[in-house]
Antibody
């Protein structure tokens, strides 16, 4: 069973870049078996897909966030990362990483990111 | 973008009840739909994928059906752990989630 753990700053200032990392165990991010994904959830609200990466060669992003999002893989560390630029208060949420084959099979516990000065 | 609309948004039911949640897609997505359960303060948990395939370890009282634009999640006999929020998700074109259905104790 793949296990995932998010890490990164819990507080980001408006207009700055949010950077998170997901560390994977029990599977290889470079294996080509899974999509590696980021999903977020504002407090008390629903889930929003941010984007996916597959085997370092293919990324897909939510069209509403595409201009601000970059997802990348680090196979040497078995991690994948999220960068979201020009953040505002609307980006405050719990951020989850997950792996997908058919549906999101395993999820990290989530990390709270607050955008505030 | 493919929009998913779940109904109802809130559902009140009792232990032992049979309940059904519906998810409608704004365009056809074949069978590329998953269902998740989320307990408060926890990450979502995959219940069903490809519209009707039960994830390993998920109790058989959960079932899914549908294809194209209309899908259902059925819980045959509600247990205490089933009171949670449920989301559908499509992965036919990119990915998107329904707005959620909160299942409450009556």
């Amino acid at each position: 069973q793949v296990q995932l753990q998010e890490s990164g700053p819990g507080l980001v200032k408006p207009s700055q870049t949010l950077s998170l990392t997901c560390t994977v165990s029990g599977g290889s991010v470079g294996s080509g078996r899974y999509f590696w994904s980021w999903i977020r959830q504002p407090a008390g609200k629903g889930l929003e897909w941010i984007g996916d990466i597959y085997s370092s060669v293919s990324t897909s992003y939510n069209p509403s966030l595409k201009s601000r999002v970059t997802i990348s893989l680090d196979t040497s560390r078995n991690q994948f990362s999220l960068k979201l630029t020009s953040v505002t208060a609307a980006d405050t949420a719990i951020y989850y990483c997950a792996n997908a084959y058919s549906g999101y099979e395993s999820w990290g516990q989530g990390t709270v990111v607050t955008v505030s000065s | 973008d493919i929009q998913l609309t779940q109904s109802p948004s809130t559902l009140s039911a009792s232990i032992g009840d049979r309940v059904t949640i519906t998810c409608r897609a704004s365009q056809a997505i074949s069978h590329w739909l998953a269902w998740y359960q989320q307990q408060p303060g926890r990450a979502p948990k995959l219940l069903i994928y490809e519209a009707s395939t039960l994830e390993s370890g998920v109790p058989s009282r959960f079932s899914g059906s549908g294809s194209g634009t209309e899908f259902t999640l059925t819980i045959s006999s509600l247990q205490p752990d089933d009171f949670a929020t449920y989301y559908c998700q499509q992965y036919n074109t990119y990915s998107s989630f329904g707005q959620g259905t909160k299942l409450e104790i009556k």
